[in-house]
């Protein structure tokens, strides 16, 4: 109740702050509303915080903006890919760590990343041969993985200037950012408008929503590659959380981490993670997947897909008690281990990223679903609209 009261009071502050900037137009009135607003937000326990992140080198600005909550989570997201450079959570001794890998400046981000934290579009993982086909027509995509398209081309969504509008609704604090992808970007066909909102919560629920339309028929599959590292100590391997993931099946893929197309069953598997186990447990045993894949960079088929949103993994970091939990409305999710990160690439405080020291639950629809007819669709239709929406949830335990 007095949550309630708390909040309606916080609501109407921002209501009348409002209401103040429009009926006085002058500098006074407005710095007097927004310090009020800022007041408001207090008191609802979310707030953002906006500032420069850096210059891009054709000249556009680079904002970062701060979503923090009453629980001591902040999460900090660039305009540039959307990306997440930071999620600082308690652990349980309530020290606030970062535990997402990143970079401390966008000129590091724009040299080379391999997608850190970034919105990916406008497609999640690979399409065989950077090809596809709509209604007879062949489309050629970029190619920037050997003979592949990965993860949206050469300049994906994870390398464009997102635009950025705030928001503060409820105990939410949101940050929705839109892209006009134009007709035939990276080869794909229509021109299509995205919105990517994060949107975090007192319950230390980080929400992803992705909303898309386009204007001709096309194919969309968006992801966010975050890279987590619970133990908030980047010089640290990730083979020590105990994952989990709700699925019977996984997709198997060839030498070029392209799907088979078969579905298979976990059972007596090292793809079994439906009981928690440890990453490191069985990612050294001798199998061909793994082998593959250089460790796990693979798709599950989660269970209960007609459900809608719902559970999909959780990683716990014992020694910190950081549990992550993530629900997804999306088919699949594709962990993957840092196989590639190789100990070249700084790290934010200090350091280098070694193999193995941040996973990633990307949730998605599956690899190359538009060349296999047996995986669920990709395609947008220009009379539909595309939503996805996936929730990152932190706690301690
Ligand atoms: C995805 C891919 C991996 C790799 C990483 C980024 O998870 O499946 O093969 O490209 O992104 O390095």
């Known amino acids: 109740m007095k949550a309630i009261k708390t909040f309606l009071y916080a609501i109407s502050i921002v209501s009348l702050a409002a209401l103040h900037i429009q009926c006085k137009g002058n500098d006074k009135a407005e710095k007097e509303a927004v310090s009020t607003m800022e007041e408001a937000q207090k008191i609802a326990g979310v707030t953002i915080e906006k500032s420069a992140f850096g210059i891009l080198p054709d000249g556009e ?10 629980k001591g989570v902040e999460v900090s997201i660039i305009t540039y890919g959307g990306i997440i450079t930071s999620v600082k959570v308690p652990n349980k001794e309530n020290l606030s760590e970062d535990i997402v890998l990143g970079y401390e400046s966008l000129a590091q981000y724009t040299k080379s990343s391999p997608y850190f934290g970034a ?41 464009v200037n997102w635009k ?17 992808s134009k007709d035939l970007e990276e080869g794909y066909p229509g021109n299509l408008q995205t919105d990517v909102t994060y949107a975090l919560n007192n319950n230390n629920e980080l929400e992803v929503i992705y909303e898309a339309t386009t204007d001709k028929k096309t ?7 975050s890279y987590f590292n619970l133990s908030g100590d980047f010089s640290k391997k990730i083979l020590d959380h105990e994952l989990m993931i709700n699925a019977d099946a996984f997709i198997p893929v060839d030498n070029n981490l392209i799907p088979t197309g078969e579905l298979e069953d976990v ?13 490191g447990k069985d990612i050294e045993a001798s199998n061909d997947q793994l082998k593959k894949g250089r460790g796990y960079d693979h798709s599950w088929v989660l269970n209960e897909q007609e459900k809608g949103m719902r559970f999909a993994a959780s990683a716990y970091h014992q020694e910190s008690g950081r549990l992550l939990e993530v629900f997804t409305t999306e088919p699949g999710v594709q962990l993957y281990t840092g196989n590639f990160l190789d100990g070249t690439l700084p790290a934010k405080g200090g350091g280098t990223y070694a193999k193995r020291t941040g996973f990633c639950l990307e949730t998605q629809h599956y690899p190359d679903s538009p060349n296999q007819s047996n995986f669920p669709t ?4 220009p009379d539909e609209k595309y939503t996805s929406k996936t929730i990152f949830k932190f706690s301690t335990k």
């Open 61 to 70: 600005q680079v904002e970062k903006y701060i979503l923090k909550n009453s």
């Open 119 to 159: 919105i990916i579009g406008r497609y999640g993982n690979r399409i065989a041969k950077g090809k596809f086909s709509l209604d007879g027509k062949e489309y050629d995509l970029a190619k920037n993985d050997g003979q592949n398209h990965l993860h949206g081309g050469s300049k994906g969504f994870d390398k």
């Open 164 to 180: 950025a509008k705030e928001s503060l609704f409820e105990d939410k604090a949101s940050l929705k950012l839109s892209y006009l």
């Open 219 to 225: 194919v969309v599959n968006l992801t966010q590659h």
């Open 267 to 279: 059972t007596d598997t090292p793809f079994d993670f439906r009981t928690a186990k440890l990453i």
């Open 378 to 381: 990709v395609i947008l239709n």
